[in-house]
């Protein structure tokens, strides 16, 4: 095997321990090399210095070891940073660091481009390029931790990408988020969101760990919501509620419900009252989020009055709601406006 044919950040826990054990190697070595992949995020097998030389070189034959390259960075008025990555193959991805108090939070990419084709998003707009390892999952929350010199107290994949689309490479990365010899984040602050398939929730809602799963719902009426998310046509809503109850009853879990406000689209007392009742006696939480401006979308944010109107309703039927605060949103990185781009 050579250098290009395989990156060792594309494999799982399962692959690791498979590659070591291939190689005659003890158990313990697969912590070792985890904690120095993604605890320490090392460029190189050489800088791996507890792991006997002979194993460095023999896993410098075998395999690669990549690593993104931080092609472009913005800077938010509130310090919310924005990443370009660009990967092994020029593929681009974008990232999102957002600090608050002692707390930094990554929002990270699943796949390059986003193939659901939802309306009022910008990842959407130039389809899906290609999914993403486990590794250029994961490197991106060790890339923002180390710009920002500060640990992540929260990861979520929002960015660019449908994680449920890339279910296995999504889960290896956020395992080595969670593990103590990865990055070591709790997993209730780990936090996958999802258009909302439906096999990836059900598979989801069995997972031994206790990540947290937020759903874009952004419409309770079937014609509204399969105009706006179009990649879900062949989802009814009736069994996303069937699957959101199913994974209450299995996890304990409270799922986050995102609801995006769009004006003249979703905003309206119907939609509202449809939402209500999709959410009355469902253990869940609804995240109001004011549509963010998207170059071409069309999308335009209601007036304050509705976003209220919305709060309240959901309030008065004992309904957990919050309302999203706006991070980033002069450099395009708040949520819904991450893209797809390339390097000229």
């Known amino acids: 095997m050579t250098n290009s044919t395989r990156d060792i950040k594309s494999l799982d826990l399962h692959g690791i321990e498979s590659a070591l054990s291939d190689l005659g190697q003890p158990a313990f070595r697969v912590r070792q090399v985890v904690r120095w992949l993604y605890g320490r995020g090392v460029a190189g097998f050489d800088e791996m ?42 593929t681009t991805v974008e990232s999102v ?17 986003c193939g659901m084709g939802c309306t009022f998003c910008a990842t959407g707009q130039s389809g ?14 060790l890339g923002v931790a180390a ?17 449920f689309a890339n279910y296995e490479p999504t889960l290896a990365a956020l395992r080595f988020m969670n593990s103590p010899d990865g990055m070591g984040i709790g997993a209730r602050h ?39 998310m179009p990649g879900l046509k062949g989802y009814p809503l009736g069994q996303l509620r069937e699957a959101l109850a199913m994974y209450g009853v299995r996890t304990g879990r409270r799922p986050t419900l995102e609801y995006a406000l769009v004006a003249n689209t979703n905003d309206s007392d119907a939609e509202l009252a449809a939402l209500v009742t999709f959410c009355r006696g469902l253990l869940c939480h609804v995240n109001l989020i ?12 209601p007036d304050d009055s ?20 706006e991070r980033g949103a002069d450099i395009s990185a708040a949520c ?9």
């Open 190 to 228: 780990l936090t996958v969101s999802t258009c909302g398939l439906l096999p990836g929730i059900r598979r989801f809602s069995a997972e031994p760990e206790q990540f947290t799963l937020a759903v874009s719902l952004h419409s309770a009426v079937q014609a509204t919501r399969d105009a706006m």
């Open 290 to 301: 004011p549509v963010n401006p998207v170059e071409g979308s069309g999308a335009r944010r």
């Open 336 to 344: 819904g406006q991450l893209r797809q781009r390339h390097l000229a």
């Open 128 to 141: 899906l390029t290609r999914n993403l390892t486990p590794g250029e999952i994961a490197d991106q929350v």
């Open 147 to 163: 710009d920002m010199a500060a640990r992540v107290s929260n990861a979520v994949a929002m960015g660019q990408g449908e994680p």
């Open 49 to 90: 210095t507890d792991l006997p030389g002979a194993l460095r070189v023999e896993l410098a034959a075998r395999y690669s070891l990549g690593r993104p390259t931080l092609s472009a960075k913005e800077v938010s008025a509130d310090g919310t940073r924005k990443y370009l990555w660009e990967l092994h193959d020029g």
């Open 97 to 113: 660091g957002i600090p608050a108090g002692d707390r930094l939070t990554v929002c990270f990419s699943t796949q390059a481009g």
């Open 306 to 325: 509705r976003v209220k109107a919305f709060e309240m309703a959901l309030a008065s039927t004992n309904v957990e709601c919050s309302v999203r605060t």
